[in-house]
């Protein structure tokens, strides 16, 4: 007697999978060298080591923010061309199912992470999770949150790398104030972010493997969708797609 195969449906492009990766990339490589800038013995993130091995590495504490400011440029870059060539198809849909908008829907999905959160720990069994549609309340609350992070992370890195090269800082002293507000809304939105994807990739790699699997072939079983994300195994009926 043989198994039946596990019913497969597509529900992401190439060009999204390949995205989805440049990304985490990206976000490695800017974490690494971020960290290795910082080296005051005032403010410091990393052990010793690291900074003193970054810097060496890249010949000097200008070359490693040169490297890390031309990285986060181009993660910025692909981004925005990405976003302008397929706003319709891929980027506004995405937006449209994972933004929090209202203080309801804030409510809502703080209320489905609780839950889902609670059984990791053989807490609150006897509340179901509330039905879900692609994205869950724990995705949609992290991914409004990356959404500001990383543009608040893109616009104050900006003014971190260009402000000092292409302003007079002594000629008004609100450049410095600036540019100091700037550094503490870039390390705090890099911390959110990093918290967040500690999350993301414990549920993917521990708790949600299939959710792994389908950013790698843009295939998910039905059974895990139907069992998963109720609203949008009826979306996906409804369309004819499984």
């Given at each position: 007697?043989?198994?039946?195969?596990?019913?497969?449906?597509?529900?992401?492009?190439?060009?999204t999978?390949?995205?989805?990766?440049?990304?985490?990339?990206?976000?490695?490589?800017?974490?690494?060298?971020?960290?290795?800038?910082?080296?005051?013995d005032a403010?410091?993130l990393?052990?010793?080591?690291?900074?003193?091995f970054?810097?060496?590495?890249?010949?000097?504490n200008?070359?490693?923010?040169?490297?890390?400011?031309?990285g986060?440029?181009?993660?910025?870059?692909?981004?925005?061309?990405f976003?302008?060539l397929?706003?319709?198809?891929v980027?506004f849909?995405f937006?449209?199912?994972?933004?929090v908008?209202?203080p309801?829907?804030?409510?809502?999905?703080?209320?489905?992470m609780?839950?889902?959160?609670?059984?990791?720990?053989?807490?609150?069994?006897?509340?179901?999770?509330?039905?879900?549609?692609?994205?869950?309340?724990?995705?949609r609350?992290?991914?409004?949150?990356?959404?500001?992070?990383?543009?608040?992370?893109?616009?104050?890195?900006?003014?971190?790398?260009?402000?000092?090269q292409?302003?007079?800082?002594g000629?008004?002293?609100?450049?410095?104030?600036?540019?100091?507000?700037?550094?503490?809304?870039?390390?705090?939105?890099?911390?959110?972010?990093?918290?967040?994807?500690?999350?993301?990739?414990?549920?993917?790699?521990?708790?949600?493997?299939e959710?792994?699997?389908?950013?790698?072939?843009?295939d998910?079983?039905?059974?895990?969708?139907?069992?998963?994300?109720?609203?949008?195994?009826?979306?996906?009926?409804?369309?004819?797609?499984?």
């Amino acid at each position: 007697m043989t198994n039946e195969p596990c019913k497969m449906v597509h529900v992401r492009d190439k060009k999204t999978i390949i995205l989805h990766w440049f990304n985490a990339f990206c976000w490695l490589v800017l974490i690494i060298t971020g960290f290795g800038i910082i080296s005051g013995d005032a403010v410091r993130l990393m052990p010793a080591f690291w900074p003193e091995f970054m810097q060496w590495l890249f010949g000097g504490n200008y070359n490693l923010i040169l490297g890390h400011a031309i990285g986060g440029i181009t993660w910025m870059i692909v981004f925005l061309l990405f976003s302008l060539l397929n706003f319709k198809d891929v980027v506004f849909p995405f937006l449209k199912e994972v933004f929090v908008l209202t203080p309801m829907a804030a409510m809502r999905d703080a209320w489905s992470m609780t839950i889902t959160l609670a059984h990791l720990f053989g807490l609150m069994k006897d509340i179901p999770v509330p039905p879900q549609g692609r994205y869950n309340g724990a995705q949609r609350l992290l991914g409004t949150m990356i959404i500001f992070c990383s543009l608040s992370i893109a616009g104050s890195g900006f003014y971190l790398f260009f402000g000092p090269q292409c302003l007079n800082f002594g000629d008004n002293a609100m450049y410095g104030i600036l540019f100091r507000w700037a550094l503490v809304v870039h390390a705090s939105s890099v911390f959110l972010v990093i918290v967040g994807l500690v999350a993301h990739i414990y549920f993917a790699v521990v708790e949600e493997r299939e959710c792994l699997e389908a950013m790698k072939s843009g295939d998910i079983s039905v059974d895990f969708v139907k069992h998963h994300n109720t609203l949008w195994y009826e979306q996906l009926k409804k369309d004819g797609k499984v």
